[in-house]
């Protein structure tokens, strides 16, 4: 069954990598790829006036189903978990 809510993990690994997006609005921290507003727990520092890039919903490409958009980030979600460890 497709998911019609995106199911975030908190996990914090697509905020650890948001600097190997290039252009992207938020700095990474000197040295790393990872977003200077990620705290130590995981959660957004920023979280209400995060950019657009960090809103699931808010990228979803016209014409693509919800539930279609939110399979297919936490698949890039799970893949992106594994390459951590």
């Known amino acids: 069954m497709l ?8 996990c914090g690994a697509c905020c650890r990598r948001i600097g190997l997006i290039p252009g992207f609005p938020t700095k990474a921290k000197p040295g ?27 990228m979803r490409p016209r014409g693509t189903p ?7 980030n936490e698949e890039a979600c799970r893949q992106l978990q594994e390459s951590e460890t």
Do not use: S
């Not at 998911?3 to 908190?10: D, E, I, P, S």
């Open 3 to 10: 998911a019609t809510k995106f199911n975030c993990t908190g």
């Open 32 to 58: 790393t790829t990872q977003c200077e507003h990620l705290t130590r727990d995981n959660k957004c520092a920023i979280y209400e006036t995060r950019p657009l890039l960090c809103r699931v919903d808010a």
């Open 66 to 72: 919800i539930a279609v958009w939110h399979a297919m």
